[in-house]
């Protein structure tokens, strides 16, 4: 990986997309536990099981202390839901009784590093989930790497084909500027590219700011990489 070809990626997909300021989609528990049930769950079954969780079980610690074949029962639009309640009421048990109330606010007094390993450390957080809420909410300078900037990345060529998306987070954060508005644009910029242009099974190549640089491209589609899935 080159910083040059990155960065001169990140500069071309800011032509087309604009800069924005750093915003999240709700308030931080909300996203803590949105993020949980949207574990390879589509954003409408995600926004589905959440509003019957939160219909059923009003407050957070209706959630924690509710029986677990409910809740089960109630985040069902989302997958894997038997794996997720129990995981949404372990977190919401570790943070009620640590901090008194279900409220990750602190996080933002924390150091980067401090705030990162306090968040993996409960269940089901891992470090996609971890560095989107750290970024979006507490400004922290890291970069989340979910399925789309992990293949837009690799395609065109500034992530090796084999590199994984945990290592993805390192190896670009390593080759960014350690400023949080840059990496919260790089992130949507690629993310938006992976939805729109660059989608797994027909990217849009034809369409792409980026083709003159694309490894993908330029080996006719015939490159192999860790987050693509074959063609079916
Ligand atoms: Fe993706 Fe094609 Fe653009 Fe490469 S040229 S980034 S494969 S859409």
Same mark, same amino acid.
Request: hydrophobic letters at 40%; proline letters at 6%; aromatic letters at 10%.
């Given at each position: 990986? $080159? ?10 997909? $800011?032509?087309? #997309?604009?800069? =924005?300021? !750093?915003? /999240?989609? %709700? ?7 949105? $993020? ?38 109630? !985040? ?11 995981? !949404?009421? =372990?977190?919401?048990?570790?943070? !009620?009784?640590?901090? /008194? ?18 968040? $993996? ?5 891992? +470090? ?11 400004? *922290?300078?890291? +970069? ?9 990345? =690799? ?27 840059? +990496? ?6 690629? #993310? ?8 797994? #099974?027909?990217? *849009? ?11 993908? %491209? =330029? ?14």
């Amino acid at each position: 990986m $080159t910083n040059d070809a990155l960065w001169a990626a990140h500069l071309c997909l $800011t032509e087309v #997309y604009g800069t =924005q300021d !750093i915003y /999240g989609r %709700y308030d931080p528990m909300h996203e803590l536990i949105a $993020t949980i049930l949207s574990h390879r769950t589509t954003h409408a079954n995600e926004v589905a099981a959440y509003k019957a969780m939160r219909d059923r079980f009003p407050t957070w610690e209706d959630v924690r202390d509710a029986p677990l074949d409910e809740l089960t029962a109630c !985040i069902g639009p989302a997958n894997y839901p038997e794996v997720k309640a129990p995981w !949404i009421k =372990q977190v919401l048990a570790a943070i !009620i009784a640590e901090r /008194g109330e279900a409220n990750i606010d602190f996080l933002v007094e924390m150091s980067t590093e401090e705030a990162m390993k306090w968040l $993996t450390s409960l269940p089901g957080v891992g +470090l996609k989930t971890a560095s989107l809420l750290l970024l979006f909410y507490f400004k *922290k300078p890291v +970069l989340p790497v979910d399925t789309h900037v992990h293949r837009v990345t =690799q395609r065109v060529g500034v992530l090796g084909p084999k590199v994984s998306a945990e290592r993805a987070h390192k190896l670009l954060l390593e080759q960014l500027p350690s400023d949080p508005v840059v +990496l919260f644009n790089f992130h949507k910029h690629f #993310y938006w590219h992976g939805q729109r242009v660059c989608t797994w #099974y027909s990217p *849009k190549c034809s369409e792409c700011a980026l083709v003159a640089q694309c490894a993908f %491209y =330029q080996s006719n589609g015939n490159m192999v990489l860790s987050s693509t899935p074959k063609k079916r």
